[in-house]
């Protein structure tokens, strides 16, 4: 008999599953609001103009393919850190930021989740409720037994700050808790600056350990104040661990651009984690690609390609915002009795609409417009043809 007989079917990603009904589909009216990527007005993933001409100037150079260092190329690193903790940070001057290319943010979380569970063998890993789907098998598969720490308040329609913070408080000494550092997926609820504050108080109180996974920077407010968080915990004097992805920012998903950062204590501490991420890297991948990363460091670093992503990035930034207005407006319009202005508010490509699983079904069923059974809604997936039928939809379930 086959060594693979027994094998069982596992559980389907609920997100995949999704797009392949939605794949499936033939109503031509059909709106796939499940997905997690960035459409353009046109309902298409943008290729960025400064990724085309950093692209074009690298293939015409013909380069190379040898093997990048483990850690991925010192410049696009370079480039990382600096986005992230800004151009002129002491951090990045004492020598205290250790940082990796790695592939997508998922791949950041996996290297840093393997890493930080050599380090702590005895932590629990603490993800909020809810989180992005992945974020707590990812830590289960690197060993962690993973719990969940108070966030959405669906009744006030946002951070249930009080639950979060109480649960922190009682958490043992080395436990990590995954923040997501800027537009919270699913729910677009992010803490204001007074409460990042204090959830750095409790860290530091408690001896936590912050991981802060920053996957859509730029999508909020913009490029610096999008890594408030991040620069919150920098100024802390803590520890902490950071991943970070450009699928979003720069449209590069398949391209697999992440990073994982560590902020240490001192140059001399850095150089021994290093060693350890460098350790991690290789014995599962061994080192990153090439293309992706590259073409990132080349835009950064190039000031007239920098501009162009960041106008660019604004766009999407700008677009996001106008959908969420419009679909707040258009609702009203249709004489929807809810108030659904708390969808301005909220940050980044998704939307918790707090519709049912029940509606969720309806609107697929009648309607052909697809979300996540939560009532997560990717915004961005909405643009002038097809956001009156999705509100169409929506006003019939509710
Ligand atoms: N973290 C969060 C919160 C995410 O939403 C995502 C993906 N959408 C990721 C990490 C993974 O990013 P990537 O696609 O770059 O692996």
């Known amino acids: 008999t086959s060594i693979f007989s027994a094998v069982e079917m596992a559980p389907r990603d609920p997100i995949l599953g999704l797009n392949e009904a939605f794949g499936a589909d033939t109503r031509t009216t059909k709106v796939n609001l499940g997905v997690g990527v960035y459409f353009d007005e046109s309902g298409k993933i943008p290729l960025l103009d400064a990724v085309k001409r950093a692209e074009k100037t690298r293939i015409e150079s013909l380069p190379a393919r040898g093997y990048q260092p483990i850690e991925g190329a010192p410049a696009y690193n370079q480039a990382v850190q600096k986005l992230l903790f800004g151009n002129d940070s002491p951090l990045l001057a004492e020598g205290r930021v250790v940082t990796a290319q790695a592939l997508g943010g998922t791949g950041a979380l996996k290297v840093g989740a393997d890493y930080l ?89 408690r001896g936590l350990v912050g991981f802060l996974d920053m996957a859509y920077q730029g999508f909020a407010d913009g490029i610096a104040e999008d890594a408030l968080a991040l620069n919150l915990f920098a100024a802390s004097g803590l520890q902490f661990v950071v991943s970070s992805s450009f699928s979003k920012s720069f449209s590069l998903y398949g391209e697999r651009v992440g990073a994982l950062s560590i902020v240490t204590a001192s140059k001399d501490e850095s150089a021994r984690v290093m060693s350890q991420i460098k350790r991690t890297i290789r014995t599962n991948y ?23 992503w960041e106008t660019e990035l604004a766009g999407m930034r700008d677009r996001i915002r106008t959908m969420r207005q419009s679909f707040v407006q258009k609702l009203q319009a249709k004489g929807v009795a809810q108030d659904f202005s708390f969808i301005i508010k909220q940050r980044g490509m998704f939307s918790y609409t707090g519709l049912s699983a029940d509606q969720v079904a309806r609107m697929q069923n009648e309607f052909g417009v697809y979300a996540v059974s939560t009532g997560r809604i990717c915004v961005a997936a909405m643009n002038t043809r097809n956001i009156d039928y999705v509100v169409d939809a929506v006003a019939a379930v509710l």
């Open 117 to 205: 569970r050599r380090l702590l063998p005895d932590a629990k890993v603490y993800i909020s409720d809810p989180s992005w789907e992945n974020h707590r098998a990812l830590f289960e598969t690197a060993g962690f037994t993973v719990e969940t720490y108070p966030y959405y308040d669906a009744a006030a329609r946002g951070v249930n700050f009080d639950g979060m913070a109480a649960c922190l408080k009682s958490l043992p000494a080395g436990s990590i808790v995954v923040l997501h550092a800027c537009c919270h997926n699913p729910t677009g609820a992010d803490l204001t600056e007074a409460q990042w504050r204090e959830i750095i108080e409790i860290t530091k109180a």
């Open 286 to 308: 061994s080192n990153p690609p090439t293309h992706g990363g590259s073409v990132v460091a080349a835009v950064l670093s190039s000031p007239e390609l920098r501009n162009v």
